[in-house]
């Protein structure tokens, strides 16, 4: 399957129709087309993001018991 005119990074719906021994199946799905660096560094900034979120939360749930 090829795909003309994609841009490098995307969201698509994508559509496939197959026929195996007279039997039409239709799948659709959504496909995210980007570079593997990218995701890996979207996942790091989440990681990130989300680990730092904890740590305030942990501190102000820290310094709420001591007062």
């Known amino acids: 399957m090829e795909w003309g005119n994609v841009s490098w990074v ?3 719906k994508v ?4 026929e195996v021994f007279g039997t039409q199946t239709i799948t659709e799905r ?3 087309v980007a570079p593997v660096w ?3 560094l979207i996942a790091v ?8 979120l ?3 939360y942990s501190k102000r749930l820290h310094l709420r ?3």
């Open 10 to 12: 995307g969201a698509y």
């Open 15 to 18: 559509r496939v129709a197959t």
């Open 30 to 32: 959504f496909v995210v």
């Open 38 to 40: 990218l995701l890996i």
């Open 45 to 52: 900034v989440l990681v990130f993001g989300l680990t730092n």
């Open 54 to 56: 904890y740590r305030t």
């Open 65 to 67: 018991k001591r007062s």
